[in-house]
C-alpha cells in the first residue's frame, strides 16, 4: 500500500497563521527524502495503530495513515491541534491533545498491536526514550529523530567512548540501528544541531531486566564512570562488601563501568540484591 503524500509543514503554517514555537522546541521536518525514509523505516502493518510522539503540522501522519490501521497524533500545542482539526485529515487520523512525556502509551500498545514515531523536542528526549521504554515493551518497533550526539549514545557498545547509561538501557531492551542522518538544513527553522533517525526493535527476550536495582547500579556507575566498579558499586553496598559482590557477578572489580556488556551489568545487579537480602536477614 502507498503512502499518503508529503505536505510541507510551511504551507500549514501559512495556511492557519502560525508560527514554530521556541518554547515548544518546535522545529519541523521539511525535507521529504527523509520523511520518507522514516516511513519506511516504520514500515506500518495495516492491523496496528502508530503512536506519532509532536505530530506538529502532521506531516507524518498523514504519509502513514494509509499504511496503517490508525495514527494516534499526540500534539501539546493548542494552536497547532486547532490547525490540525481544521485541515483535511484522513479519516483514520486522530488528534489527541496530550503532552507525551505523561501519555499513558501502555493503554493503547497493551491491548493492540502498535508502533512509535516522532521527531523528538531536544530538551526532553532522554526522559521521552525513557518513558517509551518503560518495561514491559509493547510496541513493535519506534522509529524517532533525535540529536546526533544522543543517537551516538543510543548506537554505542561496551568500551565505547559515548557508552553509558543511555546506551545500557536502550541495548537492553532493543536492538538499534541508524536509518538516516538530517542536517539543520532539513528543519523549519533550522536547529543549531545536527539529527539521526534511528530504529529500535525490541529484543524477543530482553538482554537484561530493568528492575530497580538494576537501574540503581547503572546509574551508580556510570556517575563515577572515571572510577572502578569497586568503588562504584560502594554507593549500594558497603565498601567492604564491594569486591566480593563485583567477583560474585563475575566482573573485575578494578575494571571500569563502561566496559560492561548489560547482561554484566545485570548480574552485577543480582548480586547487589542477593548481598541485600543477607545483610536484611543477618539483622
Not at 148 to 175: I, Y
Request: aromatic letters at 4%; proline letters at 8%.
Amino acid at each position: 500500500m502507498s503512502d499518503g503524500g508529503f505536505d510541507d509543514p510551511r504551507r500549514f503554517l501559512a495556511r492557519h497563521k502560525l508560527r514554530p514555537k521556541d518554547s515548544f522546541g518546535q522545529c519541523f521536518l521539511i525535507a521529504e527524502p527523509v520523511a520518507r525514509s522514516i516511513v519506511e523505516a516504520v514500515d506500518p502493518r495495516a492491523d496496528e495503530t502508530v503512536i506519532e510522539i509532536g505530530t506538529g503540522p502532521g506531516t507524518l501522519a498523514r504519509m502513514l495513515a494509509p499504511r496503517c490501521r490508525r495514527v494516534l497524533a499526540i500534539e501539546r500545542d493548542r494552536d497547532m491541534v486547532a490547525g490540525l482539526r481544521a485541515d483535511p485529515l484522513p479519516a483514520n487520523v486522530e488528534v489527541v491533545e496530550a503532552d507525551a512525556a505523561t501519555w499513558d502509551y501502555a493503554a493503547v500498545c497493551d491491548v493492540e498491536p502498535a508502533s512509535i514515531v516522532g521527531n523528538l523536542p531536544y530538551q526532553i528526549t532522554g526522559r521521552l526514550l525513557r518513558v517509551i521504554q518503560t518495561p514491559p515493551i509493547r510496541w513493535r518497533s519506534a522509529v524517532v529523530m533525535v540529536q546526533r550526539e544522543v543517537a551516538d549514545r543510543l548506537l554505542a557498545h561496551p568500551g565505547d567512548d559515548d557508552w553509558g547509561a543511555l546506551s545500557v538501557f536502550a541495548l537492553a531492551a532493543c536492538a538499534v540501528e541508524r536509518v538516516c542522518q538530517a542536517s539543520p538544513g532539513c528543519f523549519h527553522p533550522a536547529p543549531r544541531v545536527h539529527s539521526t533517525v534511528v530504529k529500535l526493535t525490541p529484543h524477543a527476550t530482553p538482554r537484561a531486566l530493568e528492575t530497580k536495582t538494576f537501574q540503581a547500579v547503572v546509574h551508580a556507575l556510570f556517575a563515577a564512570r572515571r572510577k572502578t566498579l569497586r568503588n562504584g558499586i560502594s554507593a549500594l553496598v558497603p565498601r567492604d562488601a564491594a569486591a566480593g559482590v563485583c567477583e560474585a557477578a563475575g566482573v573485575d572489580p578494578g575494571a571500569r563501568p563502561e566496559t560492561l556488556s548489560p547482561e554484566q551489568l545485570s548480574r552485577l545487579a543480582e548480586q547487589v540484591e542477593a548481598h541485600r537480602a543477607r545483610a536484611s536477614d543477618a539483622g
